[in-house]
């Protein structure tokens, strides 16, 4: 089975950096996906890590390590609009599944 | 980006009735789409995933005979809640695959929709 651990709640000020970090334990890995949702939205993809590394796009970067079973999502110059729930999820070896973190909250303040 | 859309986006329902849920590719072709069910403040919970043309594959303990699944088309599947009880009032959202994207591919999230059963 899958089993992924990340903290459920974060908060920042406008400008700030949040990382939130993400653990994992799988029988079959593909890579790495990160979710922003909004109360009450579906979520939007933010960003894909199958390879060791970090993966920029705009104010946010993720970042994975396969042998550490370990993530991260870097959200840079906090805006108020990035108050939402952040899910990573897991691929499964076949590619198609996605098992969801149990989600962090962020809440920026002024 | 790939649009996936769902519908209604909220139903009110009683208790014994059956609700059904409409998930659309709208332009993109979908041979995989996927059920998922949320929680207030929870996190995602994968119920099943919809194969065009073959039979849904459920994940453990969710029950195939409550929550029907139907994949028509390359563009539509649709899940069924029926004899609905309080108990499965939740958000129900679909996600969609975009194969045309290959290794990077991801999936495509409808808006959900809120079941509430009375």
Known sequence: ?110 | GAVVSQHPSWVICKSGTSVKIECRSLDFQATTMFWYRQFPKQSLMLMATSNEGSKATYEQGVEKDKFLINHASLTLSTLTVTSAHPEDSSFYICSARDVRQGVTDTQYFGPGTRLTVL
Not at chain 1, 28 to 41: C, K, R
Not at chain 1, 91 to 97: E, S
């Open chain 1, 1 to 110: 089975g899958q089993s992924l651990e990340q903290p459920s709640e974060v908060t920042a000020v406008e400008g700030a950096i949040v990382q939130i970090n993400c653990t994992y334990q799988t029988s079959g890995f593909y890579g790495l996906s990160w979710y922003q949702q909004h109360d009450g939205g579906a979520p939007t993809f933010l960003s894909y890590n199958a390879l060791d590394g970090l993966e920029e796009t705009g104010r946010f970067s993720s970042f994975l390590s396969r042998s550490d079973s370990y993530g991260y999502l870097l959200l840079q110059e906090l805006q108020m609009k990035d108050s939402a729930s952040y899910f990573c999820a897991v691929r499964d070896t076949g590619g198609n599944k996605l098992t969801f973190g149990g989600g962090t909250r962020v809440l920026v303040k002024p």
